[in-house]
């Protein structure tokens, strides 16, 4: 896990909106939506259309990304706990 990736999952104990980690963690667009990429390829990370509505199809964040939800996975929280 990056030191990106590991900020990232930080911030996704709980659902969060792309605006609220954009406006926390202060990255570029370009760097938060392919770290989330990344994560969400490891399982690390679910992607949420609504708060309470997951998308259990693949999806390219690159594109969509700014218009989603997003929280951390059971696996993500282990290995960001590994740590």
Partial sequence: MTDREFDLIDELY??????????VLGWEDEIL??????LFEKEYIKCLKEPDLEIFNKIDLIESGKELYFLA??????N????
């Fill in 73 to 78: 996975s059971k696996k993500g929280l282990m």
């Fill in 33 to 38: 939506l392919s770290t989330l990429q990344s």
């Fill in 80 to 83: 960001h706990h590994a740590l």
């Fill in 14 to 23: 709980f659902v969060q909106h792309y605006t609220y980690l954009k406006e």
